[in-house]
Nanobody, 121 residues
Framework: QVQLVESGGGLVKAGGSLRLSCAVS????????MGWHRQAPGKQRELVAA???????NYADSVKGRFTISRDNAQNTVYLQMNSLKPDDTAVYYC???????????????WGKGTRVTVSS
């Protein structure tokens, strides 16, 4: 019964910033990890950033140093702060929640509908 709703997407110029938000219907402590994924036109969906229930984070190499994932447990919200945006960051960004682990790897069981990010040159 977990529901996720993304917001914060839009159009931004290269070098600019956006902050994506993901509102979760249950406490973040009830899941193992939250992840932001993106799918660009003509490309496969990829994991951009993830944060575990213990607070550890990991990022795709393409966004390291530019993106930051964080959470606000009191508000059941996960954020993706995106700085120094590039045209290659243009994609639909999806929030997902991992309620289970398989071989120690989070399985993203619940997904939002996505929010569009467009970065112009």
């Amino acid at each position: 019964q977990v529901q996720l709703v993304e917001s914060g997407g839009g159009l931004v110029k290269a070098g600019g910033s956006l902050r994506l938000s993901c509102a979760v219907s249950r406490s973040i402590f009830a899941i193992h990890a939250m992840g932001w994924h993106r799918q660009a036109p003509g490309k496969q969906r990829e994991l951009v950033a993830a944060i575990t229930d213990g607070g550890s984070t990991n990022y795709a190499d393409s966004v390291k140093g530019r993106f930051t994932i964080s959470r606000d447990n009191a508000q059941n919200t996960v954020y993706l702060q995106m700085n120094s945006l590039k045209p290659d960051d243009t994609a639909v960004y999806y929030c997902a929640a991992a309620a289970t682990l398989r071989l120690g790897i989070p399985t993203y069981d619940y997904w939002g509908k996505g929010t569009r990010v467009t970065v112009s040159s």
